[in-house]
């Protein structure tokens, strides 16, 4: 469906790569170092929100690393991320307002990666935020801020739609 406002269009906000270890120290150091490898950019560290004594979490502590990519940078990592994931998307990770989740199970599934037994077995969360060119500031100002009318929404099938289109993907049940 390819619609006459430019405005219209679908594109992508950004891209955030996260990895979540559980724990700061060594294995941190590592998931950090894996998030460079495969981003080229700085990650940031990530702290937790509240306390959960079963998983030995406390309010504060630092527990992952993510990285956030714009532009360029973002559609090169889905390139990249897809081809890690053989072009196969689930269907199901696709949430109401339009955005994008999956999961890669190891680093060394992308391109050019070779297993290095300092760094061990990562695996890493991708969230793809989608929006069209037009509309979405009026939600985010912090004058006169409006809720979205139904038009700007993105649905789940333009989502799809604009992933077979620009990553050439394939839809898993």
């Known amino acids: 469906m390819e619609s006459q406002n430019q405005m219209e269009q679908i594109v992508i906000d950004k891209v955030v790569v996260n990895i979540g270890v559980g724990q700061a120290g060594e294995r941190l150091n590592k998931a950090v170092k894996v998030l460079e490898m495969l981003t080229h950019h700085k990650p940031v560290l990530t702290v937790s929100k509240k306390t959960v004594r079963e998983f030995n ?97 993105i649905s789940k099938e333009e989502t799809l739609q604009f992933l077979k289109e620009n990553f050439q993907i394939e839809e898993v049940n």
């Open 57 to 153: 979490i406390r309010k504060g502590l630092t527990i992952g690393a993510k990285v956030t990519l714009r532009r360029e940078d973002a559609v090169k990592f889905l390139k990249e991320a897809f081809y890690a994931r053989d072009n196969k998307f689930p269907t199901y990770s696709i949430d109401r307002q339009g955005n994008a989740y999956f999961g890669i199970a190891d680093y060394t599934d992308f391109k050019g990666m070779k297993y290095d037994p300092e760094i061990g077995i990562f695996g890493m969360d991708v969230a793809i935020v989608l929006k069209r060119k037009g509309g979405y500031r009026n939600s985010k100002r912090k004058i006169r801020k409006q809720s979205l009318p139904k038009s700007i929404l």
